[in-house]
């Protein structure tokens, strides 16, 4: 069993930062691939960034790409979205999930997190 808990949502002004956390533990092996998703009320839940096991293989949905940065601490078994220039757009559920393969997929990930609200005021 994996289990993941996010943290760092919050409410922020249009063009404000937030860095969201998510703390990985279990079985791991050290061996997973961390996934970021967001959701909207009545939309599908939707990719936003990935970072492979070993960080070699990082991957952004188009409309987050020079904003956002996701990097992980293997000693802390934790991995961060930075988002800067945050848009009202952005506002949304964000989840953390845990996959055997790198992947923009959300049916790849074997294990979610429970999600933190960002909401971005304009």
């Known amino acids: 069993q994996v289990h993941l808990v996010e943290s760092g949502g919050g409410l922020v002004q249009a063009g404000g930062s937030l860095r969201l956390s998510c703390v990985v533990s279990?079985?791991?092996?050290?061996?997973?691939?961390v996934g970021w998703f967001r959701q909207t009320p009545g939309q599908d839940r939707e990719f936003v960034s990935y970072i492979s096991w070993d960080g070699d293989k990082i991957r952004y949905t188009d409309s987050v790409k020079g904003r956002f940065t996701i990097s992980g601490d293997s000693a802390k078994n934790t991995v961060y979205l930075q988002m800067n220039s945050l848009k009202p757009e952005d506002t949304a559920v964000y989840y953390c999930a845990a996959s055997p393969v790198p992947s923009s997929l959300g049916y790849n990930y074997n294990y979610w997190g429970q999600g933190t609200q960002i909401t971005v005021s304009s």
């Open positions: 279990g079985r791991t092996n050290n061996n997973y691939n």
